[in-house]
């Protein structure tokens, strides 16, 4: 299977600061044939299901502020928060699909600080 | 509007089955496929399985293999979860979600609320 680890556990960030959180597989999850990177991230608030952010390692949902953006590629993905907002506390999840055995990273919990 | 409603959780013993069930509205069913990711209190997310769009080939984790299984029918929009030999660690959140597009590789572009099961005795 591939591991997915993220970095760090937990980070807090001043309003209308930068947020940046680290994925990284085990394996690549970039595919040659298409030149595409099957990695996807997720924001879950409190009490409600994760949300669809960016798929394809770098392409933003329909909705989704501009202030999310997401890069890297192979086994090296970044989720970066431009300038934090308060709505924006939540944990972030990355997740590889290049195997049909899915996996999740772990967790990076966003707060205020 | 995409809507996925669980149903069929509970309360049940070590050892013991469920069956949860997924209502699916607001697009063509057969199209996409479908997956359960848990969530153990207070903790990450963790897929459990797929299915296509036509309800083959299914795909488990190896936490779950041989215990749980994933079926569909499109004729109702309905993606169930047969969950036997119930051990206290699935113990969980279980969301249904929907693939984005028909394929072994996916993503989630939405999800259910989730339905709590819990392994106790």
């Known amino acids: 299977d ?47 299901p994760p949300k ?44 590889q699909y290049y195997s049909s055995l899915l996996t999740f990273g772990p967790g990076t919990k966003v707060d205020i600080k | 509007e995409v809507l996925l409603l669980e149903s069929g959780g509970g309360l049940v013993q070590p050892g013991g089955s469920l069956r949860l069930s997924c209502a699916a509205s607001g697009f063509t069913f057969s199209d996409y496929g479908m997956s359960w990711v848990r969530q153990a209190p207070g903790k990450g997310l963790e897929w459990v399985s797929s299915i296509r769009g036509s309800g083959s080939p299914t795909f488990y984790a190896d936490s779950v293999k041989g ?41 989630f572009d939405n999800w259910g609320q989730g339905i709590l099961v819990t392994v106790s005795s």
């Not at chain 1, 990695?39 to 409600?48: D, I, N, S």
């Not at chain 2, 299984?69 to 979600?97: F, G, W």
Request: proline share 3%.
């Open chain 1, 52 to 95: 669809l952010l960016i798929s394809w390692a770098s392409s933003r949902e329909s909705g989704v502020p501009d202030r999310f953006r997401g890069s890297g590629s192979g086994t090296d993905f970044t989720l970066t928060i431009s300038s934090l907002q308060a709505e924006d506390v939540a944990v972030y999840y990355c997740q």
């Open chain 1, 2 to 48: 591939i591991v997915m680890t993220q970095s760090p556990d937990s980070l807090a960030v001043s309003l209308g600061e930068r947020a940046t959180i680290n994925c990284k597989s085990s394996q690549t999850v970039l595919y040659s044939s298409n030149n595409r990177n099957y990695l996807a991230w997720y924001q879950q608030k409190p009490g409600q």
């Open chain 2, 67 to 107: 215990r749980l299984t994933i079926s569909r029918d499109n004729s109702k929009n309905m993606v169930y979860l047969q969950m036997s030999s119930l051990r206290p660690e699935d113990t969980a959140l279980y969301h249904c979600a929907r693939g984005h597009r028909d394929s072994d590789y996916l993503y």
